[in-house]
C-alpha cells in the first residue's frame, strides 16, 4: 500500500553533515506519523527521531539530539532527516518508517510500513 524508499546515505567525515530523504509512493503519507531508525551491526534496531503527520510534534532519541533533525514535506509526499555534527558512533544502516495511527510509542513495531534502508558510515 505504501512503498518508502530511503537515499542521500553514504560516506562522511566525523563532524559533517548528511541529508537522507525518504520518498513515500502508493499512498499520501500526510496523516501519517513518520519515523526513523538506524541499525548498526550487531545491534537492536534504534529509535531516532519521529514526526506528526502535521508536522507539529518532533521527538528524537536523546543521542541525536540538537544534532539531528527531522522535517517532512507533505507536497512531496517526502521526509527528510538532517543529521549535523556527525560521529562515529552514528554509523548504521538508517530506515524510513510510516506510522498511520500516530502512537507516539517510537518502537518498530508501531510503525506498518518500511523502507530498505540507506547506509550512513562516518570516518574518525
Known amino acids: 500500500q505504501v512503498q518508502l524508499v530511503e537515499s542521500g546515505g553514504g560516506l562522511v567525515q566525523a563532524g559533517g553533515s548528511l541529508r537522507l530523504s525518504c520518498a513515500a509512493s502508493?499512498?499520501?503519507?500526510?496523516?501519517?506519523?513518520m519515523g526513523w531508525f538506524r541499525q548498526a551491526p550487531g545491534k537492536e534496531r534504534e529509535f531516532v527521531a519521529d514526526?506528526?503527520?502535521?508536522?507539529?510534534?518532533?521527538y528524537y532519541a536523546d543521542s541525536v539530539k540538537n544534532r539531528f533533525t527531522i522535517s517532512r514535506d507533505n507536497a512531496k509526499n517526502t521526509v527528510y532527516l538532517q543529521m549535523n555534527s556527525l560521529k562515529p558512533e552514528d554509523t548504521a544502516v538508517y530506515y524510513c518508517?510510516?506510522?498511520?495511527?500516530?502512537?507516539?510509542?517510537?518502537?518498530?513495531?508501531?510503525?506498518?510500513?518500511w523502507g530498505q534502508g540507506t547506509q550512513v558510515t562516518v570516518s574518525s
Open positions: 518508517a510510516a506510522d498511520p495511527v500516530g502512537s507516539s510509542a517510537y518502537r518498530p513495531s508501531t510503525y506498518r510500513y
Open positions: 502508493g499512498r499520501t503519507v500526510s496523516a501519517y506519523a
Open positions: 514526526i506528526s503527520g502535521s508536522g507539529g510534534r518532533l
